[in-house]
């Protein structure tokens, strides 16, 4: 048996529906990033999600282009409102997204200083927490990195911020959360972790959860909708 291929042109959906119109095909498959990396420009995923539905297709989304794009949409929309941020990151991480506003965060590096210090330095008043490794599909080599940063860190962050008086925490999940078994996902389905990153995320939720007597919690579930 040999997949027949079709490309359509990029965020054209009028092109995309016209080819699956035509498709005789008993399975069809809507590939797509979902974030373009030479450009930064996010796919028309509710297009794409109504066409699937319209023809019968499925979908798969390869968002690893998406690494530091809902973080740095976040900063420039934070500066633009003119709060002062203060943004934990790697010594190593790349800055391209945001070198046009940097000069207006304060920056420290998360593998040079502790978390702690960066408290005493500043009074926060909120914390937006949006860091994550993510792998779609680990190795046993992956998990105690994967729960440092995803379990280990985060826990670090919410303790501090009880210890020095913030108002309020604001986190993010993932639909990898729920089960991916029929598409498209949403949170009406059943929590059912799709892989290990799924179930740290999940973890530190439980964890969150404990906290809501001492700060304000919000998470939100990002969806590929």
Known sequence: CKAEKNRYRHADMKHLEELLKNSNARLKLIATDGVFSMDGVVAPLKDIVVLAKKYDAMIMIDDCHATGFLGSHMLEALVANEYKVIAL?????????I??????VTFYDVDQITVSDIFCNHKIDVIVHMATLYKKYEESSDIHEMVDANITFPLELLAQSVKHGVKGF???????????????????VAVKAFNFYAKTKLAFEAALKTYTDDLCINTFKLFSL
């Open 99 to 104: 070198s046009n506003i940097k000069n207006n």
């Open 89 to 97: 990151k790697r010594s190593t991480s790349n800055m391209w997204r």
């Open 170 to 188: 604001i986190n993010t999940g993932t639909f990898f959360e729920y089960d991916c078994s029929k598409q498209p996902v949403d949170e009406d």
